[in-house]
């Protein structure tokens, strides 16, 4: 059992309802925050997933509600009745609730010291919201960790070409350089992991480390990436976009995965410097499919938001960039929209050298990584007048192509990350 005071973090009820259950093969978490969550949908999809595919295992639910105003409630479905099927062992419900003020990142420590109280072999969290969550998905995920021996199971969703961009142009990329292994989606809802990395993660981690509470998901991703785990990747369908009300914190969530990115960077250096070899990662399914469905995005606006960061922020990029990065974004920032191109050398040269000046902290960190804000919305706005009209494959071979401007340029920030001193080169 991991070295951790849950008896400090778990509620009373909830470790009752824990020893109660006592030990279980599977565990399958579903967190949801609100009201809107359609956790119904969601629970109904999981059992029914789990009854026709682990009917002779024993199994536990535990649905940790992250209670707000409008709070979504405890959920006590019967599994015996779902769809008819019978499960042949233990099938137990078990409900969390957690104040909405609660450090992030509360519901996937919930879920860990769950699995581990339970010695739980094959855990999966499936996020209450995921609309398009379905029986399938249990298979997807439990099996390669339950019948396999996989320690983590990130998923592969279907996109559009306007969707994702983050994934595609930085967190891809990047940390397949670092690490060696291409896992496609490393900030995910949806993902399976084994008791033993649940272990170790209550060991490992910081808890009361924003960086850590902001994106806990990418950090266990990580995490498994850069120790002797065994990781693969699934296929579960299309991945839902999100509605306006998410939208809404589009700044908030960048500032999250650039600052978790840049520390999980930092915490596992030890790893990445040593220079592992790239090895392949098993696939089950495709690992790239786009969606058709129409999509609207304000190119426009993203242009105008990036030139007037680089205006408003010109002093504090001054000190994170070298001069010649910096005074080429600067020039972009002057074009016609219509022409503007942020290239991959560029694009590249720049993640690195803010990464760089992140491990030196050459300035506030916060401060960094909103500066890093703008300068994604001028990659994004070019990625998308690049690829208007691009089919799946164009698309993959730009990925592809971007992926080997990380590598190319990565000996160069590895000496760049080890020279001492303060500011830009």
């Known amino acids: 059992m991991a070295q951790i005071s849950e008896e400090s973090f778990l509620s009373d009820d909830l470790l009752r309802q824990l020893i109660s259950v006592g030990s279980v093969d599977l565990l399958v978490g579903i967190p949801s925050c609100d009201a809107k969550d359609n956790v119904a949908q969601v629970v109904k999809a999981v059992e029914e997933g789990l009854l026709r595919n682990f009917r002779r295992e024993r199994i536990a639910l535990i649905h940790v509600d992250e209670t707000s105003r409008n709070g979504s409630g405890a959920l006590q479905p019967s599994a015996s009745a779902n769809s008819g099927i019978e499960s042949l062992r233990t099938f137990r419900w078990i409900t969390a609730k957690t104040d909405s003020t609660a450090v992030p990142g509360s519901s996937l420590r919930t879920i860990l010291l769950a699995a581990d109280l339970l010695h739980a072999k094959g855990c999966a969290v499936i996020d209450a919201s995921a609309e398009s969550s379905n029986p399938a998905w249990v298979e997807a995920l439990l099996a390669p960790v339950y019948r396999e021996q996989f320690d983590f199971v990130a998923p592969l969703y279907s996109r559009h070409r306007f969707d994702g961009l983050l994934t595609r142009n930085l967190l891809y990329p990047f940390c397949r350089t670092l690490y060696g292994k291409p896992m496609r989606e490393l900030r995910a809802t949806e993902f399976a992991f084994s008791g033993r990395l649940a272990n170790h993660c209550l060991a490992q981690a910081d808890w009361e480390h924003e960086g850590l509470q902001g994106t806990p998901e990418m950090w266990m991703a990580v995490t498994a990436l850069s120790n002797s785990f065994r990781c693969c990747q699934t296929y579960l369908g ?30 596992t250096s030890s790893y990445w410097l040593n220079g592992p070899a790239p090895e392949p990662l098993r696939t089950i399914g495709p690992d790239h499919q786009l969606t058709s469905e129409p999509i609207r995005v304000n190119r426009k606006r993203l242009f105008q938001m990036y030139s007037s960061g680089v205006a408003e922020l010109s002093q504090i990029l001054g000190t994170i960039l070298d001069p010649t990065t910096h005074q080429e974004l600067v020039r972009l920032a002057t074009l016609d929209e219509s022409v503007f191109r942020m290239s991959d050398a560029l694009w590249v040269r720049t993640v690195y050298e803010f990464a760089s000046a992140y491990h030196r902290s050459v300035i506030n960190r916060d401060h960094l990584v909103q500066a890093f804000v703008p300068i994604y919305r001028g990659r994004a706005c070019s990625f998308l007048l690049q690829h208007r009209y691009s089919e799946s494959d164009e698309l993959e071979a730009h990925i592809e192509s971007l992926c080997h401007e990380f590598e190319q340029q990565k000996a160069s920030f590895i000496e760049r990350w080890n020279t001492k001193g303060q500011g830009a080169s």
């Open 238 to 267: 299309p991945k839902p976009r999100v509605g306006p009300s998410a939208a809404a914190g589009f700044v908030d969530a960048i500032r999250q995965t650039i600052n978790g990115l840049f520390w999980c960077m930092e915490n």
